[in-house]
Every structure is written in C-alpha cells, then in structure tokens.
T-cell receptor, first 113, second 107 residues
Framework: DAGVIQSPRHEVTEMGQEVTLRCKPI?????LFWYRQTMMRGLELLIY????????DSGMPEDRFSAKMPNASFSTLKIQPSEPRDSAVYFC???????????FGDGTRLSIL | AQRVTQPEKLLSVFKGAPVELKCNYS??????LFWYVQYSRQRLQLLLR??SRESIKGFTADLNKGETSFHLKKPFAQEEDSAMYYC?????????FGQGTELSVKP
C-alpha cells in the first residue's frame, strides 16, 4: 500500500479563492483525520470521520472550512473563501479503527497570499 | 475537560545525555496514550503507545495514573532523535494532541 496520499503537495493561491485539499486513506482503514500544523498553534485536529461519517468537527475553525468523505477511499477539505491566516501544512491521517495508531500523509503546504 | 500538556516547547540536550519529554494529561476515565514523532521533512509517525509497553528506538513511556503522566524517556540521546514529539490522548471519542516538544540533540 502506498500509504495515505494527499494532493496537492503544495498550493499557493490568492486570498478569497476556494481551496480544495484531497486525501486518499489507506485501503481498509475506517477512520480518517484532518489536521492543521502551524508554528504558532502546533498540530490541531480539525475533524475526523468514522466509516465516512463526521464524528467530531469541533476543531474546524469556522464556517469557511468544510470537509466531506463521500466514500471510504476519498476525502476533501475545502476552504472558501481562503484567507492568509489559513496558510499552514494540512495533514490527513487514517487508521483501521478510530483509537488505533494513525498513518499520516505527507501533508499539503498551503500558502494564501 | 480532557487536556494534554507538554510543558516544554523546546528541549535541548547533548548526545549521550538522558532525555525525558514530559506529558501530563487530564481525563477522568482510562485513557489511551500515544507518542508520535515528526522528523524533519518527514511524515508524523507513531513512536509508541502505552498499551503495548514496548521500547521503540530506545524510547520508553510509562503511564502513571496517579500522577496522570506519560513521560517519554531515553537513557542516551542520539543526534538522530532530534525531532518534534507529540503526546496524544484518546478517550471518550476525543483525540487530544499536546502542543508538542521539539527535541534538539547536540553533538
């Protein structure tokens, strides 16, 4: 298995634009997590899914952020409209069950100008 | 409320010195605790979890329920241990990350 796959690896866009980050979890994993990492705030859990259902989205910063998991092999994190303070590295991770060790993707480095 | 506290943002030691990365948690039930590590320019990865009670790369961590701690220890630090370390608690459907401690091992 190639592990958790995230795309794009880097994204640079102007503020106000819509940004969509993508994640393909490891096949057979039932839980998927989205994180944001910044120097100021460290690593933050944004949302996680179990069996494609959002379980805890209390970490989603505001309504501009939304996440979906239409099927077991794909998830998106969308920011609309984007702002410079959204600049961060966004990680996706998956695990077989929710309290098992997570496997992380390489992350998407997002820069909002 | 559940909380994970890593009091040190940065820990700097010399090669060969013992190292202890502190982690304290607040949780009323029986938590599951993990340590994750992120080496420079690499993915975050699991280092160890308390229920397996194993030693990975020379690191150990013991869950102390009385002190609500899960400190990560290594008797002799190596330069390749330099990384960001996160203490993570899972309990009651919540996953809580500590703020992370950057370990710098100097030659």
């Amino acid at each position: 298995d190639a592990g958790v796959i995230q795309s794009p690896r880097h994204e640079v866009t102007e503020m106000g634009q819509e940004v969509t980050l993508r994640c393909k979890p490891i096949s057979g994993h039932n839980s998927l997590f989205w994180y944001r990492q910044t120097m100021m705030r460290g690593l933050e859990l944004l949302i996680y899914f179990n069996n494609n259902v959002p379980i805890d989205d209390s970490g989603m910063p505001e309504d501009r952020f939304s996440a979906k998991m239409p099927n077991a092999s794909f998830s998106t994190l969308k920011i609309q409209p984007s702002e410079p303070r959204d600049s961060a590295v966004y990680f996706c991770a998956s695990s077989f069950v929710v309290n098992q060790p997570q496997h992380f993707g390489d992350g998407t480095r997002l820069s909002i100008l | 409320a559940q909380r994970v506290t890593q009091p040190e943002k940065l820990l700097s030691v010399f090669k060969g010195a013992p190292v202890e990365l502190k982690c304290n948690y607040s949780y009323s039930g029986s938590p599951e605790l993990f340590w994750y590590v992120q080496y420079s320019r690499q993915r975050l990865q699991l280092l160890l979890r308390h229920i397996s009670r194993e030693s990975i790369k020379g690191f150990t961590a013991d869950l102390n329920k009385g002190e609500t701690s899960f400190h990560l220890k290594k008797p002799f630090a190596q330069e390749e241990d330099s990384a960001m370390y996160y203490c993570v608690l899972w309990g009651a459907g919540k996953l809580i990350f500590g703020q992370g401690t950057e370990l710098s091992v100097k030659p």
